[in-house]
């Protein structure tokens, strides 16, 4: 995750890495959270495609989106 953190461009107002890791990880809902997800989960989560936009988009993701609407598909990439 902090590859694609990185690697996205940051506007004026920056989501602070942790921030985002612990968005990720209530969307996923992990078994084992101190370990992190599995793709297993990630997959199973119905909210993958959230995770990834969040990946690479999260700035715009976080501010503009909620996760109601991720659940019903209704997500900017």
Not at 7 to 16: C, E, R, S, T, Y
Request: proline share 5%; with cysteine; hydrophobic share 45%.
């Amino acid at each position: 995750m902090k590859f694609f953190y990185d690697a996205v461009d940051k506007g004026p107002v920056a989501i602070a890495f942790e921030d985002l890791a612990a968005q990720v990880a209530d969307m996923v809902r992990p078994g084992a959270p101190e370990r992190g997800f599995t793709l297993r989960e990630l997959r199973a989560c119905q909210l993958g495609h959230g995770v990834i936009g969040l990946l690479v988009n999260h700035n715009s993701m976080l501010v503009h989106r909620t996760t109601a609407e991720w659940q019903r598909g209704e997500f900017p990439l």
